[in-house]
Structure formats: C-alpha cells, structure tokens
C-alpha cells in the first residue's frame, strides 16, 4: 500500500486553515515529498509521520509556495537525527535555488545531493517507485511527476516444485533474481511467476495550463492530483494570464486520462471553500474530490 497526505493545499499565499504546496508519499516505512511550501515541517508534525523515514524531495518549479519551507524542513531533519545523504530531484536551477535557500541553513550534519534533469524530464527510482518527471506549461519552467509502484507476477509453487528448485530459492526467484543451483542449473523468475500483474499509480501536477503530457502520464492510474487554482469558470482570463487551470479543466483531463480519481488541490486564496465550485468539476469527472490539509489517501492493489 501507498500512503499519501496532502500537507498543504494551497497556491500562492497561505491562509489560516491552508498551507502551501507538498505531498506527503510514505510507503512500507519510508517516505518522499514533493514540493515544500514553508508550512512543510508544521503539517510533518501535526500528522505524526516523523522525519526519519524521509527520503528524498521532488520539487516541481521554483516559486515560493513549493519551495519557501525548504529551509525550515532541513533543519528539522537535522534535529530530528538525520546524518545519511539527503537527495533532491528537481529541474534545472535547482543548484543555484537551494544552495541559495540555504544560506541561512548552511550547516547540516547530513549531506544534500542535488539531481537537476534537462527539459526533457528524467526517470529514475527511490523508495521502490519508478517516477517520471515531465514538462508541464507554467511562466516558468514546471514539471508534473508519474509514480508507479510495479507489482511482479504471482508466484507459482506448483511449477517450482516441478522443476526441482530447491526452498531456499523460492524467496530470490520471487524478488526477481536468477538462480544457479549447484547441479549448474538455471532459472529466471519469469520460469516460475506469472505475467506482471498492475501495479499502483498515481500522477501530481499543479501549476501549469492543460498539456498533453498529463493526459498520456496520468493513461489509467489510480489516481491523478491536480490543481484546482480556479474553481469559477469566470476566472478563465486569470488562469490563462497566470498560467494555472480552472477545476473543469482539470476534470477534463482526468476523463481523457481514464484514471480512477481525481484529488485538486492548490487553490487560489479567493477560493474559501472549494467544495463551492466542485459541481464543476464533477459534472465531467464524477469521482473528484477537493483535498484537505492533512487529508489522507491510502492506494492499494486490485484484488
């Protein structure tokens, strides 16, 4: 299972009751976020999840609002222990970006490796998930991220016991290694598992206009995390100028994306209650809902 929180829902500016933009990922005890707006290490807190177990940070652009509480949080993973490397994944800027937001951070008992991709974006791992960094069209340069959590084929006893493979091999064939028995046999997990079965995934892009890429990303997830900035079709001509979405146009690709739910979140400050402006969304996507600070999702296989 994958755990998700949204720490803080909010875009631009925070109100009392709405933090600025992270998501919290923890899965089987270790954890990622992506963006860090300066609320981060107060929402961290207030859901329990801790410090220790996170390991790494995504950060979508370089406004305020998804990277202000960098330096805060880096001092309180510093109290919290931390002494192991530190990564940070993010596009290009985000040497001279964090070596700036830590001027008045400058020293840590952890060191911080800084992974800056192109325009083309970049796949790599951490925490188990395979993520995808993608372009996305903002007023400065923004990418959205892909997770999946890919889940091997059954294991089928039956045909190890054919084959005469030993026990103690069952466990190494089933992590999908190969092995060689002491009579110079050899077998691949594909010799006793079944076809991959899905996986689980789940796509997050805020800040940007509706692109093609979050369509062709977020292709059958589970879940698709979009922002909500306006939820009144009234407010086209500020999300055009502002380079943000309205709730139905976010509904519209989570529809083209055939994914199974879709969360908004950052939203403007003139939003006080985005569930106001749901209907709009829903009337094309049914099964949106608007996120909460600290709200909670839990993603789990199919049966």
């Excluded at 995504?58 to 509480?69: E, P, S, V």
């Amino acid at each position: 299972m994958i755990d998700l929180c949204t720490l803080g829902t909010g875009g631009a500016l925070p109100l009392p009751d709405r933090g600025l933009a992270s998501l919290y990922i923890r899965m089987n005890g270790h954890g990622l976020l992506v963006d860090c707006g300066e609320n981060t290490q107060t929402a961290i807190r207030k859901i329990g999840w801790g410090f220790h177990g996170i390991d790494g940070l995504l950060i979508t652009h370089y406004h305020a609002d998804h990277c202000g509480g960098l330096p805060g949080f880096l001092l309180s993973m510093a109290k919290a222990g931390r002494t192991e490397p530190f990564p940070i994944w993010g596009p290009a800027g985000l040497k001279r970006v964090v070596n700036g937001l830590r001027v008045v951070a400058p020293q840590l008992p952890y060191p911080v490796e800084l992974h800056e991709f192109g325009s083309e974006g970049v796949t790599f791992r951490a925490i188990g998930l395979k993520i995808q960094a993608f372009k996305l069209e903002h007023s400065v340069t923004c990418f959205g991220y892909r997770f999946e959590l890919e889940r091997p084929g059954a294991f089928l006893p039956e045909r190890a016991r054919a084959l005469n493979i030993p026990l103690a091999c069952w466990k190494v064939l089933q992590r999908g290694e190969a092995v060689t028995l002491e009579d110079g046999r050899n077998f691949s997990p594909a010799d006793v598992l079944t076809e991959s079965r899905r996986g689980i995934s789940f796509l997050y892009a805020t800040d940007t206009r509706p692109v093609k890429s979050i369509v062709a990303m977020g292709q059958g997830t589970d879940l698709m995390i979009l922002e909500g900035m306006y939820g009144d079709d009234e407010k086209m001509p500020q999300a055009l100028k502002n380079r943000h979405m309205l709730f139905r146009e976010s509904a519209a690709l989570a529809r083209q994306a055939e994914t199974k739910a879709l969360v908004l979140t950052h939203f403007s400050n003139c939003i006080d209650d985005p569930e106001v402006y749901l209907d709009n969304a829903r009337a094309i996507f049914p099964n949106t809902r608007a996120a909460q600070d600290l709200m909670t999702i839990t993603l789990g296989y199919e049966a």
